[in-house]
């Protein structure tokens, strides 16, 4: 038996363990039904955040071959964009411009004085999340015109220490111009719908199903784009084989380009829908998610999107879940690196496997 | 006259090819323009001493974990990014050890009270481990995937160490604690006693009064700073012998062409994990020199700034050069860690600023109306988030100019005996054996 096989046992007993304590203390009533549902539920709504942004990161990292460290920072330009949007339109007069468009980077007028939720200011998030994925889009394409396209013959290692540094630059960038406070960004009125699950409730509130349905039909549009244009034919093709689909007359830097603008456009949008369900904005949020994204990524194997929504996914609910057994919240991101290492142990290429970008 | 300049010019380049020359040289430069800073500023002379002092204190803690770093990427092609996580374990692991069994007082949590150097020792031996158990399954991974694991490692680390499940906790019966976020307090007498307490220290004492009007603890940290230079000393000599040793000379095979050296017969996992667990060792070693004499230390201290900080400087000096690395992390704590904060003090000396606006939107506003003189303030107000800018800026900008950093263009060949054709001999090269 090989070592692989040996800790895919280990790993296969122990999460059927697992498992199996679950369902018997849920039986047994040694754990509560409602408040496992409800840790389902969060993980669900975290893991599509992950698995949205993760698409872009994927798909970067098979079509240029390298791990953009810089992804998560991404993230966070893009909710910094798309919330200056929101508290313009919210609040268009109530303070000065400079204040609104940084997101109120001093105390005063914030999310709750604008009494922005999704039923009473839905143009202004509508605004504010198309300005997030299209602002990041342009300005991911922005940064690789400047840090990676000179590089671009350049092997993955080098690429990657590039993109640690762009990662830095940009984050404290982010700190320079919408400084570090971190501010509350939602009013806390909001509709929600609350289902009795056996011994208690749980409960999903409008901004919960607006990112369930943002984030979904942004990963059909992804899927529809790469399966029924041409434009994602060249993408597949290109992270299938470079230099065949030079041969064949594909435009590879445009490609690249198109590859960018869409991966950063996800990374925008899914940090700007973090921000309106969590309510809360910081410089440093995205870095924060950036590896759990890596683990997505990873878990799912690089360059399949499928895999990066499906890694999304299983990282946020086993994240939450973990707070079964690991109660305080403080071990969740550690669950999360432990599996993604136990994953590039045991199946490197991810479940998913193989590099294709469908 | 020219044949002369030239003549200088011919022996100049031949002293600067001694990387002796090269260390003094720079240090040198590094050292002059920070007295002059001091002097610009107007610091006393034990004040520009100390600033010395500081900058040889922060070059040599750096400089070793870039030598270590050195040994895994320069010399063995092992991509860790998670020096802070071994650094943090060393650190963490000898605190925890030397730290009095009795928590008396403010001291919070109780250690096992083992002698500093018996402390150091486990602090070492656990980075050390640390490093083993990462490295048994994780190197044989693609270079990018060992990286994501070292970085998630480090973050594990940090993680661990704040929550509050091991802030105190109870192994075998004794307890033990990281101490959470609040940090470790470190209740020991100061790990640098054994010189402190000498007979000979209180003349170095009085030398340093009688010089630049030291204080004693002025005086300790003179010495302890000269302590550390001494290690760094030591660990290039080690890493030095290391890389020109047959075992060196696996090492650049096998960052060369790993199957290469495979097919020769050599075991290249186990040279790579013996390396890794060496390098992470020297990690180890480096965090506890860092902080232990300070009076506690948080799980902050350990973010991943500090890997970046390290790569920065090899990136300097130049991936396979030891000496590179030293030079690195000169010219990283001279220029972009401890520069800028010194250069905004000086020209707070020349101009005065006014107040400055209190947001990035009140700075820029009056560039519309021709005034830049808010945003140059804000600027000047925001310095220390615009360093970090400035130093992943220098990181990009070195990634494309100049990847091999300034000695990294050196070929360190793996033979052990010179390559070059000898000049004496060349009748049979080249034309086969039965020429004659």
């Not at chain 2, 090269?22 to 034990?46: M, P, Q, W």
């Not at chain 2, 050599?266 to 180890?284: E, W």
């Amino acid at each position: 038996m090989t070592t692989e096989q040996l800790l895919t046992l280990v790993v296969g007993l122990g999460a059927f363990l697992l498992l199996g304590d679950l369902f018997i203390g849920i039986l047994n009533g040694t754990y509560s039904i409602s408040r496992v549902a409800r840790y389902a539920v969060e993980g669900t709504l975290y893991g599509l955040i992950i698995g949205l942004a993760g698409i872009g990161l994927s798909m970067t990292y098979s079509i240029l071959n390298f791990a953009n460290f810089a992804h998560g920072d991404y993230v966070t330009s893009g909710a910094f964009f798309g919330w200056g949007v929101t508290y313009l339109v919210a609040g268009w007069g109530t303070a000065n411009f400079g204040h609104l468009v940084l997101v109120g980077p001093q105390r005063g007028v914030g999310g709750s004085q604008l009494e922005i939720t999704i039923t009473s200011t839905p143009v202004a998030i509508m605004a504010g999340l198309l300005v997030a994925g299209v602002g990041t889009a342009l300005f991911v394409y922005l940064i690789d015109r400047i840090a990676y396209k000179p590089m671009r013959g350049s092997g993955g290692i080098p690429l990657l220490i590039t993109s640690i540094g762009v990662a830095f630059a940009l984050r404290y960038l982010i700190v320079f111009v919408y400084s570090n406070r971190t501010r509350g960004t939602t009013s806390g009125d909001l509709p929600s719908l609350d289902l009795l699950l056996v011994d208690g409730w749980v409960s999903v509130d409008a901004h919960d199903a607006t990112l369930i349905i943002a984030a979904i039909a942004l990963m059909l549009g992804v899927h529809l784009m790469l399966q029924r244009t041409k434009l994602g034919k060249a993408m597949r093709a290109m992270s299938d084989n470079r230099d065949l689909a030079l041969v064949t007359g594909i435009p590879t830097e445009q490609i690249i380009r198109w590859t960018w603008m869409i991966g950063g456009g996800l990374a925008g949008s899914a940090g700007y829908l973090m921000v309106l369900w969590t309510g809360t904005i910081d410089w440093q949020f995205g870095w924060l998610l950036l590896l759990l994204i890596f683990a997505a990524v990873i878990l799912g194997g690089i360059g399949s999107i499928y895999g990066a929504i499906f890694g999304g996914l299983t990282i946020g609910i086993s994240m939450h879940l973990s707070m079964v057994w690991l109660p305080g919240g403080d071990f969740t991101t550690i669950t999360a690196f432990l599996i993604m290492i136990l994953v590039l142990m045991i199946k490197p290429a991810g479940l998913f496997g193989g590099k294709t970008t469908a | 006259m020219s044949t002369n300049a030239t003549d200088t010019r011919v022996r100049l380049e031949t002293l600067w090819e001694h990387d002796a020359v090269k260390i003094l040289a720079i240090f040198g430069v590094i050292y002059l323009t920070y007295a002059l800073i001091g002097l610009a500023l107007g610091y006393s002379l034990d004040g520009i001493v100390n600033t010395l002092r500081r900058m040889t204190y922060l070059i040599a803690v750096y400089g070793m974990v870039t030598l270590a770093l050195n040994l895994h990427w320069g010399y063995t092609g092992i991509f860790n990014i998670g020096i802070a996580g071994f650094m943090a374990v060393g650190l963490y692991v000898t605190m925890m050890l030397a730290k009095p069994t009795d928590p008396a007082g403010a001291a919070q949590y109780a250690g096992l009270g083992l002698p500093m150097p018996v402390a150091i020792v486990g602090g070492v031996v656990a980075a050390g481990l640390a490093g083993l158990i990462v490295a048994i399954p994780a190197l044989r991974l693609r270079a990018d995937y060992f990286a994501i694991t070292t970085i998630a490692f480090a973050e594990i680390v940090r993680l661990g160490i704040t929550s509050g499940a091991l802030q105190e906790f109870s192994l075998f019966g004794i307890e033990l604690g990281t101490g959470g976020g609040r940090g470790l307090i470190g209740n020991y007498g100061d790990p640098m006693n054994v010189i402190f307490e000498l007979e000979v220290f209180s003349s170095f004492v009085d030398l340093t009064n009688s010089l630049f009007g030291f204080g004693p603890r002025q005086a300790r940290a003179l010495a302890y700073s000269m302590v550390l230079v001494i290690v760094l000393t030591g660990i290039y000599w080690l890493i030095q012998r290391t890389s020109r040793s047959p075992f060196g000379r696996v090492l650049k095979a096998i960052r060369e062409d790993e199957e290469a050296a495979q097919s020769l017969g050599k075991n290249t996992n186990h040279f790579k994990i013996k390396v890794f667990v060496l390098g992470c060792a020297l990690m180890g070693l480096a965090g506890i020199l860092w902080r232990f004499r300070r009076t506690g230390v948080t799980p902050e201290a350990f973010r991943p700034h500090v890997t970046f900080y390290i790569w920065i400087a090899l990136i300097i000096g130049g991936a396979g050069s030891n000496t590179g690395s030293v030079l690195g992390s000169g010219l990283f704590v001279a220029i972009l860690f401890e520069g800028p904060q010194y250069f905004r003090r000086l020209v707070e000396q020349v101009i005065t600023f006014g107040d400055a606006p209190n947001t990035f939107a009140g700075s820029v506003a009056p560039i519309l109306s021709g005034n830049t003189a808010p945003f140059v303030r804000y600027t000047f107000e925001e310095f220390q988030t615009l360093q970090f800018v400035l130093m992943g800026v220098a990181l990009v900008f070195l990634m494309h100019r100049r990847p091999e950093g300034l000695l990294g263009h050196r070929e360190e060949t793996a033979a052990a005996i010179p390559l070059i054709r000898r000049s004496n001999d060349d009748s049979t090269a080249g034309r086969g054996g039965d020429s004659s």
